[in-house]
C-alpha cells in the first residue's frame, strides 16, 4: 500500500533524494526547468473567470480518463503561465490518479495581455478565490484543492489564511513559496543569484513589452539594464499598478506568513532547504502556529522548484504534493 509522503501533522515519510548527476542548489533549480515537460492529453478547456476591476484570469480545463475524483487547481510563479514544466508535470501526475485539472494564469499571463487591466501581483489572493468559486459552481468533483509554486504559492496560502472558515478550498499546498516577500528580495540581491535576477528581470521586461503593445502602462523603459532587479521592477510597475507606495510597502501587505496562523484546512508548505532565494528561516515562526491545520517539509536538496529525481515521476513534489491531498483528503 502506498505511503503518504507527509501525514497531516507533518511527519515526513519519504525522503526526496535528488539526482546525483545534479550536485549544488543551483544546478538542482535551473536544469529541471529546462527539461522537456508533457502536456496534458487532450484539448485543454479554456474558462475565463471575471476577478473583478474589468479584469478575467483564462484557466485551462483538463479532465482524467476515467471517473473523476476530485479537483485540483494549480496556480504558477513569478514570470510563468500555465504551462510552465512544473505545472505541466503536476498536471499530468494529477490527471493520471483522477483529479480534474484547472491551470490558472495569473493576470496578463499566458497570452492573456487583453483580459486584464492590471498587473498580477502576489496579494491577489481574491482571484485565486474567485476561480475556486467558479470551479465549484461548475459542479466539477469534490474535493476541491489548491497547489501553488513559488509566488503562487504565496498566493494560495494567502487566500486560506484571509479566507480562513470561509476557504472554498479543501486543502491547500504551496511549494518553495515565498511568504516573506521582502525577506525573499533581499535573498536575491546576494551575488551568487544575480543570475536569478537576470532571468527574472528579462521575463518580467518582457511581460511588460507585450502588455503595452495592447494598452498604455506607465512606467520607464522595460529593459533588463533598466530595470536589473525583481526589486527595483515592483518599484517601478507593480507597486504602482496595484496602488502601493513601494515596493516594501507591497512585500509587507501581500505576504502570506502573518496569515498562516489563521489558515483553517489542511495546508502543506513543502520548500527544501537549499532554496536558493526562499530561505528556509522564514517558515519557523509558522511552524507551531495555534489552531493552523499547517504540515511542512523541508528536503535538504531540492532548489527552487526543482526535486528532479533519477527515477520516474521525475518531478518529485508534484507527487509529494498528491500524496498529501489525497492523504489528508481520505482520496
Given at each position: 500500500m502506498r505511503e503518504p509522503v507527509l501525514a497531516c501533522g507533518g511527519v515526513e515519510r519519504e525522503v526526496f533524494s535528488p539526482a546525483r548527476w545534479l550536485p549544488g542548489r543551483h544546478l538542482r533549480t535551473f536544469v529541471p526547468s529546462l527539461m522537456a515537460a508533457p502536456r496534458p492529453?487532450?484539448?485543454d478547456e479554456i474558462l475565463d473567470v471575471s476577478v473583478g476591476e474589468g479584469s478575467a484570469v483564462r484557466v485551462l480545463l483538463n479532465h482524467?480518463?476515467?471517473?473523476?475524483?476530485?479537483?485540483?487547481?494549480?496556480?504558477?510563479?513569478?514570470?510563468?503561465?500555465?504551462?510552465?514544466?512544473?505545472?505541466?508535470?503536476?498536471?499530468?501526475?494529477?490527471?493520471?490518479?483522477?483529479?480534474?485539472?484547472?491551470?490558472?494564469n495569473l493576470r496578463n499571463c499566458g497570452g492573456t495581455e487583453a483580459l486584464a487591466r492590471t498587473l498580477y501581483n502576489g496579494g491577489q489572493w481574491n482571484d485565486v478565490g474567485r476561480v475556486l468559486e467558479d470551479l465549484d459552481a461548475a459542479a466539477l468533483p469534490r474535493p476541491i484543492a489548491a497547489a501553488g509554486f513559488s509566488l503562487g504559492g504565496n498566493l494560495?496560502?494567502?487566500?486560506?489564511?484571509?479566507?480562513?472558515?470561509?476557504?472554498?478550498?479543501?486543502?491547500?499546498?504551496?511549494?518553495?513559496?515565498?511568504?516573506?516577500l521582502d525577506a525573499c528580495c533581499h535573498a536575491l540581491e546576494r551575488p551568487s543569484n544575480f543570475p536569478y535576477q537576470v532571468h527574472f528581470s528579462r521575463l518580467l521586461c518582457g511581460q511588460i513589452r507585450r502588455v503595452r503593445s495592447v494598452?498604455?502602462?506607465?512606467?520607464?523603459?522595460?529593459?533588463?539594464?533598466?530595470?536589473?532587479?525583481?526589486?527595483r521592477f515592483d518599484r517601478f510597475f507593480t507597486a504602482p499598478d496595484a496602488g502601493y507606495r513601494s515596493a516594501e510597502a507591497y512585500y509587507a501587505a501581500s505576504s502570506a506568513g502573518p496569515h498562516l496562523t489563521s489558515v483553517r484546512?489542511?495546508?502543506?508548505?513543502?520548500?527544501?532547504?537549499d532554496d536558493p532565494f526562499v530561505p528556509v528561516e522564514t517558515f519557523a515562526p509558522y511552524r507551531s502556529a495555534p489552531g493552523a491545520r499547517l504540515s511542512f517539509a523541508?528536503?535538504?536538496?531540492?532548489?527552487h522548484l526543482g526535486y528532479w529525481q533519477s527515477h520516474e515521476p521525475r518531478f518529485w513534489?508534484?507527487?509529494?504534493?498528491?500524496?498529501?491531498?489525497e492523504d489528508v483528503l481520505r482520496f
Amino acid at each position: 500500500m502506498r505511503e503518504p509522503v507527509l501525514a497531516c501533522g507533518g511527519v515526513e515519510r519519504e525522503v526526496f533524494s535528488p539526482a546525483r548527476w545534479l550536485p549544488g542548489r543551483h544546478l538542482r533549480t535551473f536544469v529541471p526547468s529546462l527539461m522537456a515537460a508533457p502536456r496534458p492529453d487532450g484539448l485543454d478547456e479554456i474558462l475565463d473567470v471575471s476577478v473583478g476591476e474589468g479584469s478575467a484570469v483564462r484557466v485551462l480545463l483538463n479532465h482524467p480518463a476515467g471517473a473523476a475524483r476530485g479537483t485540483l487547481l494549480l496556480v504558477h510563479g513569478l514570470g510563468g503561465s500555465a504551462d510552465s514544466p512544473y505545472v505541466r508535470r503536476t498536471a499530468c501526475l494529477a490527471l493520471a490518479r483522477g483529479w480534474v485539472v484547472a491551470r490558472m494564469n495569473l493576470r496578463n499571463c499566458g497570452g492573456t495581455e487583453a483580459l486584464a487591466r492590471t498587473l498580477y501581483n502576489g496579494g491577489q489572493w481574491n482571484d485565486v478565490g474567485r476561480v475556486l468559486e467558479d470551479l465549484d459552481a461548475a459542479a466539477l468533483p469534490r474535493p476541491i484543492a489548491a497547489a501553488g509554486f513559488s509566488l503562487g504559492g504565496n498566493l494560495v496560502l494567502l487566500f486560506a489564511g484571509r479566507a480562513a472558515e470561509g476557504s472554498a478550498a479543501d486543502a491547500v499546498a504551496g511549494v518553495n513559496p515565498p511568504v516573506d516577500l521582502d525577506a525573499c528580495c533581499h535573498a536575491l540581491e546576494r551575488p551568487s543569484n544575480f543570475p536569478y535576477q537576470v532571468h527574472f528581470s528579462r521575463l518580467l521586461c518582457g511581460q511588460i513589452r507585450r502588455v503595452r503593445s495592447v494598452r498604455p502602462l506607465p512606467g520607464p523603459e522595460a529593459t533588463f539594464w533598466r530595470v536589473r532587479t525583481v526589486r527595483r521592477f515592483d518599484r517601478f510597475f507593480t507597486a504602482p499598478d496595484a496602488g502601493y507606495r513601494s515596493a516594501e510597502a507591497y512585500y509587507a501587505a501581500s505576504s502570506a506568513g502573518p496569515h498562516l496562523t489563521s489558515v483553517r484546512v489542511p495546508a502543506l508548505i513543502l520548500s527544501a532547504a537549499d532554496d536558493p532565494f526562499v530561505p528556509v528561516e522564514t517558515f519557523a515562526p509558522y511552524r507551531s502556529a495555534p489552531g493552523a491545520r499547517l504540515s511542512f517539509a523541508h528536503p535538504a536538496k531540492g532548489g527552487h522548484l526543482g526535486y528532479w529525481q533519477s527515477h520516474e515521476p521525475r518531478f518529485w513534489a508534484g507527487k509529494a504534493v498528491l500524496d498529501f491531498f489525497e492523504d489528508v483528503l481520505r482520496f
